[in-house]
């Protein structure tokens, strides 16, 4: 987060999929970094039955003072999180162990305005403008009244992301990946052992691909690779015979996600 430039300062929400170690042993040493650094601003903890009492075991064995507060919320499926700017949705996975995927929906945005209509209306531009977009109706000095509808398109969705955790594939994710702009999805290991994946609840490039494809998603990041790669080619390969627009997670890896419109 450091060398990525986010810092510890903005508003922090932290999703745990499952209570598998990899998933969850860094999360100590991120909250005592940020007493170390004095942080004051509250912190919320998403996740599964159990991570409660993960926190609290790890908290009072190191018996480190946290500066801030600490808000676990131990969640299941439905809405998870609701904001002025977002919703977070959870569903449950295939993964042997309780775990969650999440997708994070941002709110809709307001529809496209059509400036020759107001134009068309005799609606000066300038500030009535921007309220017809931002969803209010107007009155002009003859005693009209505009309604956005007049001017303005229907609303259009915001970005969507899902990331999936661990697991294999299944309906739920499925659904809950349908649309999206980018779904980041799990590809511990390539499709030669895709019934060595099956055995541990993992998925294989090919899986990740077909999901993204009868899902509808715009961008899919293949991650959770196994060790035993080198590199990521291999996946790469057999995920973009199924579904070309696919990249392999790296670390610090920058993406933009953009808006359909």
């Known amino acids: 987060m450091f060398i990525a430039k986010i810092g510890f300062r903005h508003k922090l929400k932290i999703f745990i999929t499952h209570i598998h170690g990899d998933h969850v042993l860094g999360l100590p040493g991120l909250l005592q970094t940020m007493s170390l650094l004095d942080m004051k601003r509250p912190v919320e903890i998403h996740g599964p039955k159990g991570v409660y009492d993960f926190l609290e075991a790890i908290i009072k064995i190191l018996g480190f003072h946290l500066t801030f507060p600490v808000k676990v919320q131990e969640v299941g499926e439905g809405i998870v999180c609701k904001t002025e700017e977002y919703s977070v949705h959870a569903v449950w996975t295939e993964h042997g162990v309780p775990n969650l995927a999440y997708a994070l929906v941002e709110k809709e945005r307001p529809g496209r305005f059509y400036p020759e209509k107001a134009v068309s209306l005799d609606v000066p531009?300038?500030?009535?403008?921007?309220?017809?977009?931002?969803?209010?109706?107007?009155?002009?000095?003859d005693g009209r009244v505009i309604v956005p509808e007049q001017v303005v398109g229907p609303p259009r969705p915001g970005r969507k992301v899902v990331y999936s955790g661990d697991t294999k594939p299944c309906p739920s994710v499925l659904e809950l990946a349908r649309d999206a702009d980018l779904l980041i999805y799990e590809a511990t290991f390539d499709d030669e052992l895709a019934e060595r994946a099956s055995e541990g609840g993992h998925s294989t490039p090919s899986q990740g691909a077909a999901i993204a494809v009868e899902a509808n998603v715009k961008k899919l990041v293949l991650t959770h690779i196994s060790s035993r790669y080198d590199d990521g080619s291999v996946l790469l390969q057999q995920a973009r015979k199924i579904f070309p627009s696919v990249e392999v997670a790296e670390d610090l890896m920058e993406l933009k996600v953009l808006y359909r419109d």
């Open 125 to 141: 531009e300038g500030p009535l403008w921007s309220r017809l977009q931002n969803g209010e109706k107007i009155a002009l000095g």
